[in-house]
Each structure stands twice: as C-alpha cells, then as structure tokens.
C-alpha cells in the first residue's frame, strides 16, 4: 500500500515537471524568436530557429498566414518590443494546447495565442499555431483547417 502511494507521488511528480517543462521551452522559444524579430535584417538564426522547433506542416503554412492577416503568424503583429517580451506568459490549456500571451505595453491588451505543441522524449515540436482570423480559438478539430 505504501509503495503504491510512493509511486503515485513520484509519478505526479515527474508529470508535473515535463508539464512545466513544455511550457518553459515553448516560452523560451518565443523570447528567442521575438529577439531575433527585432534585429534591423532578417536573419538566418530565425530560419533555423524556426525550422528546429516548428513542425514543417505548420512552417508551410507561414506565408499563407502572413499574407492574409498582414502580421507574422508567430506573434501575430508586424513588430515585437522589450516588454513583450518580459511580459511573455505561456499556460497550458490541457490535450497539448497551450496559450501564449504578452502585452506590447504596459497599458495594452494582451495579445493571445493558441498553439499545440509536443513535447515527447526530449523533442520539442510546435506542431499547430491558431491563425489570427480564429481568435483564441483551440482544440484538435482545428488541426485540418
């Protein structure tokens, strides 16, 4: 009986720490892209960048995204500033979906954005960002749209 609390303990344990492990990465990965999305040139780091962590899927749907909405599908505005970056939070919105948010300025809104991403047996992949034209909207049957 004992060791089967034990484990249960340790299993919730190990859960919740590669549960805040995927949110960790996938915020670490947005200060790192909205750094490299400041820079004056675009750089062949951002390319790399995004080619390591975004499921070629999704990356081909980029320029589509952008060309609709005007803004980059990643942080769904033309520029990026210093405080959204200190402002960045990530939570987990259960089933591998996770909201993204971060504010332009102190005043602001926050801008929101849902995306799916796995984080398996030390890969990181975000494999479904929300286009802009569905809000906050999230779950598997966007996955085909």
Known sequence: ?????????????????????CEQRIKDFYVRY???????????????????VIAPEMWSRFGEYAEKTGCDPMTRAQDVS?????????????????????????GSDYTEIPLKASCNDGEFRITYITPLWLGTQYGDHLLDK
């Open 1 to 21: 009986m004992i060791a089967r609390i034990l484990s249960v303990i340790i299993l919730s344990g190990l859960s919740l720490c590669s549960y805040g492990q």
């Open 34 to 52: 909205m750094q490299e999305l400041e820079k004056p040139e675009k750089s062949a780091v951002l390319d790399s960048l995004c080619y390591a």
């Open 82 to 106: 210093q405080y959204g970056m200190d402002s960045l939070s990530v939570s987990s919105l259960g089933d591998g979906w996770y909201m993204v948010r971060y504010k332009w300025s102190e």
